[in-house]
């Protein structure tokens, strides 16, 4: 009788700087070591299972069972907060439920390049299904690199944020960002990864405050054009349109054009009054010895 094939992995690496990690300092912040606790059970159910689970009531159950004051509901904030932070793929957890990441599939990979099994593909991230396709059809590659061309556009896009067609969608009140989205614009802007402070401050406009991302988004821009690389920048700002009763980014948008006109109005009023009857006389200068015209 042939041996069952074997899934999961018996041990996974955990990285020496675990406890001093942004993410783990966060989840240590704002639920404390049972978090953490919580997190390390959670990612040895997934390599245990092998590179996903699916996260389900009897999951969440038998995970908060595991550690003393852990509630069901507590499971699923810390799970959120992860989703959050990048731990874990927000896309296919919105899909199918499934908590998996890019790194946890090329450790999986990685520990399971011995064994004689197939390359796994059910819920694996960029899944390459053309890669032992060997025939050429002209018109068919001709498409593909007009698909190839159109995905790298889209791809480049996704990877700047204010690329006109993000900011497109807000104008068109299509939702373009998730809060998984803008954790990633801010680090990609600031050129940094944020600290748990700061993960704590956004967590808290989405948690607290319940602002939309687009909304998030616009105070990321506001704080990008005005070179303020900033959380507190983006807190005073966000605080500034809730004073205002600002709660759409159509709201937002039109009222910072109209302060942008006022200010340009306000900037061009010195020039305007020089040219009028107050104006200081025109005066020509001319080079010694050069004789005028």
């Not at 616009?218 to 004073?243: G, H, P, V």
């Not at 020039?271 to 005028?292: C, D, M, R």
């Amino acid at each position: 009788m042939a041996r069952p094939v074997k899934e999961g992995l018996d041990y996974f690496p955990l990285d020496v700087d675990f406890a001093v990690n942004d993410k783990t300092e966060a989840i240590m912040g704002e639920f404390g070591p049972k978090g953490v606790l919580f997190m390390i059970y959670l990612l040895s159910a997934v390599y245990q299972n092998g590179y996903y689970l699916q996260w389900n009531k009897l999951k969440q159950m038998q995970l908060a069972n595991r550690i003393e004051g852990v509630s069901p509901e507590l499971a699923n904030q810390i799970v959120n907060r992860l989703i959050a932070y990048g731990t874990f793929s927000e896309e296919l957890f919105n899909s199918a439920k499934v908590l998996t990441s890019q790194r946890i599939q090329e450790t999986y990979e990685d520990a399971t390049k011995r064994r004689k099994s197939q390359k796994p593909t059910k819920y694996w991230i960029n899944v390459d299904i053309n890669a032992d396709s060997t025939g050429v059809n002209d018109d068919i590659n001709q498409q593909s690199k007009i698909k190839e061309s159109k995905a790298n556009k889209s791809k480049a896009n996704q990877n700047d944020p204010f690329s006109s067609e993000n900011l497109n969608n807000l104008s068109n009140n299509t939702p373009a960002r998730t809060r998984g989205d803008i954790f990633k614009d801010i680090e990609a802007e600031f050129g940094r990864g944020l600290s748990p402070i700061e993960m704590e401050t956004v967590s808290s406009w989405f948690d607290k405050d319940n602002l939309d991302p687009d909304i998030v988004f616009l105070a990321l821009r506001e704080a990008s054009l005005n070179q303020a690389y900033s959380i507190k920048y983006m807190d005073r700002t966000l605080l500034n349109w809730q004073k205002r009763n600002l709660r759409t980014a159509t709201e937002i948008e039109k009222y910072n054009e109209a302060y942008r006109q006022d200010k340009l109005g306000r900037e061009s009023e010195p020039i305007a009054k020089q040219s009028g009857q107050n104006a200081v006389p025109h005066i020509p200068l001319f080079k010694l010895g050069e004789q005028q015209n």
